[in-house]
């Protein structure tokens, strides 16, 4: 049953959706099939028991639950399933939409057009209405629903006595329109240029003659889902004219609250990918303070986090960020304040890892050892970052017993390994050769520092390989 798709479907519901959607199975308004109601409960119970017993559910154990008396029936099994996963699809629907309350609105509304249900119509119209303006959000959206709120009072209106008002709503619906399609075409035409630059081709978008230019000349670049759309299309556009990242970045800051998380996020990733991408992966590492600076904007705006954890990527990239600049103190606060936040897995591994890497950075090397030298990493991204910390910290303060058993260890570590690939297993062989190497060479001696030197500049598959010219550099 594990791959069927109903049971796939429920699986991934919460405890919480499970008890919503018995409710909702049992109801006879949605379901009226009682067989549903016993299929439903019976891959209820099975899914318990799998969690219990790591047992899965079969067709045949579902089958006695509902029917114990009869033999199995492949192709009403079958139709049963189907008709439970409809309810299933329905009920998650119907969740989302009780989730928008003026989404839901807009579809009572053309219920509600008939003249003697005027005071009906007009009093969901002003809670709309209320909501609407009630809200920071100002993202294409608001504008989508602003819109189409008014056009069903312009309709309302259109063929009766009230018909000279009805013009005053189609004038500001057609603003949010307006406002909606420019987002919307921005939104599209942003990433038709990102996926550009990383995949041959582009969407086929069509575009009116001197459209960039229209909407300059619009008050429509008044709303923040207009104008943040279209800094991120001049931004892409023309990556050497850098005030339209600054613009981008200070709308972001001081407007964020007008868009939803989603979209806000998308917004966030192309400022972050302007900094990394376009300026510090071409020299200018002043970008790392306007990256980091994007970074507290993200843990100040909560757009970092997902159900209230944050994404261990978004913290490691954090962390590198801030040593690069070297805001030690931000960064053990960072650390200290947010790796509770981590999902539950990765905190321990996360705490002393990202801790010895400060300690490293600071040249706090003694603290770096104790740190590590004690720890087993499971995760195998901690375990080989770990070793190779350790031994540049050995190498820093000169252990050269420590720093050769290490090396010693390390090959063993990577070739029992299994699920590391031949071709990173490479990249750390060749470190911990040129590592060894290193501690061969003699300090004046300019013709064995020059040969090392090519062969660190040749190799292809090599981790470290800055750090390794630096210590030849210092010989």
Same mark, same amino acid.
């Given at each position: 049953m594990q791959n069927n798709k109903l049971y796939s479907l429920l699986r991934s519901f919460s405890k919480n959706d499970l008890q919503r959607f018995a409710k909702y199975v049992n109801s006879p308004f949605f379901n009226e099939n009682k067989e549903l109601v016993q299929l439903f409960h019976a891959i209820k119970k099975g899914l318990v028991s799998n969690i219990k017993t790591g047992k899965e559910v079969s067709k045949l154990g579902l089958w006695l639950e509902i029917f114990p008396a009869k033999p199995f029936h492949d192709t009403r099994f079958r139709r049963l399933c189907s008709d439970l996963?409809?309810?299933?699809?329905?009920?998650?629907?119907?969740?989302?939409? !009780?989730?928008?309350?003026?989404?839901? @609105? #807009?579809?009572?509304?053309?219920?509600? =057009?008939?003249?003697?249900?005027?005071? $009906? &119509?007009?009093?969901?119209?002003?809670?709309?209405?209320?909501?609407?303006?009630?809200?920071?959000?100002?993202?294409?959206?608001?504008?989508?629903?602003?819109?189409?709120?008014?056009?069903?009072?312009?309709?309302?209106?259109?063929?009766?006595?009230?018909?000279?008002?009805?013009?005053?709503?189609?004038?500001?619906?057609?603003?949010?329109?307006?406002?909606?399609?420019?987002?919307? !075409?921005?939104?599209?035409?942003?990433? @038709? #240029?990102?996926?550009?630059?990383?995949? =041959?081709?582009?969407?086929?978008?069509? $575009? &009116?003659?001197?459209?960039?230019?229209?909407?300059?000349?619009?008050?429509?670049?008044?709303?923040?889902?207009?104008?943040?759309?279209?800094?991120?299309?001049?931004?892409?556009?023309?990556?050497?004219?850098?005030?339209?990242?600054?613009?981008?970045?200070?709308?972001?800051?001081?407007?964020?609250?007008?868009?939803?998380?989603?979209?806000?996020?998308?917004?966030?990733?192309?400022?972050?990918?302007?900094?990394?991408?376009?300026?510090?992966?071409?020299?200018?590492?002043?970008?790392?303070?306007?990256?980091?600076?994007?970074?507290?904007?993200?843990?100040?705006?909560?757009?970092l986090f997902e159900n209230n954890e944050l994404n261990p990527q978004h913290y490691k990239n954090i962390i590198t960020n801030a040593l690069h600049v070297k805001a030690f103190n931000w960064v053990e606060n960072f650390i200290q304040k947010y790796t509770p936040l981590l999902p539950p897995a990765d905190r321990n591994n996360a705490l002393t890892y990202n801790l010895a890497n400060v300690y490293f950075h600071k040249g706090e090397y003694e603290k770096v050892i104790g740190q590590l030298r004690e720890v087993e990493y499971q995760d195998i991204t901690y375990a080989l970052g770990s070793k190779l910390m350790l031994l540049r910290t050995y190498y820093e303060l000169d252990e050269i017993a420590p720093l050769d058993s290490l090396i010693d260890s390390f090959r063993i570590y990577l070739r029992r390994n299994q699920h590391i690939s031949k071709e990173v297993k490479q990249q750390y062989m060749n470190t911990l050769r040129f590592t060894r190497k290193l501690l061969g060479i003699a300090r004046y001696d300019q013709k064995s520092k020059e040969k090392i030197i090519e062969q660190i500049e040749s190799c292809k598959t090599l981790v470290l390989k800055e750090w390794l010219l630096d210590k030849v550099g210092e010989l």
């Open positions: 996963l409809k309810l299933a699809m329905d009920f998650l629907a119907y969740q989302q939409f !009780k989730k928008t309350p003026l989404v839901s @609105s #807009l579809f009572l509304l053309p219920q509600l =057009s008939a003249p003697q249900l005027d005071k $009906h &119509f007009t009093g969901v119209v002003r809670q709309m209405d209320k909501n609407l303006s009630q809200s920071d959000l100002r993202d294409s959206d608001y504008h989508y629903l602003n819109y189409m709120m008014l056009q069903r009072r312009y309709e309302h209106l259109e063929h009766s006595a009230k018909k000279a008002a009805a013009f005053d709503f189609i004038e500001k619906s057609d603003y949010h329109l307006d406002c909606f399609y420019f987002s919307k !075409k921005l939104q599209h035409y942003s990433d @038709s #240029l990102s996926y550009q630059s990383m995949i =041959s081709g582009a969407a086929a978008l069509h $575009h &009116f003659p001197h459209f960039l230019e229209y909407i300059q000349q619009t008050p429509y670049l008044n709303e923040p889902a207009v104008k943040a759309w279209q800094l991120v299309v001049l931004m892409i556009k023309n990556p050497d004219e850098e005030g339209f990242f600054m613009q981008l970045k200070k709308l972001v800051e001081e407007e964020g609250n007008c868009f939803q998380k989603k979209e806000l996020q998308t917004l966030f990733i192309h400022l972050m990918n302007y900094c990394i991408f376009v300026k510090i992966h071409k020299g200018n590492e002043t970008y790392y303070h306007e990256l980091l600076s994007l970074y507290k904007t993200g843990l100040a705006q909560n757009i």
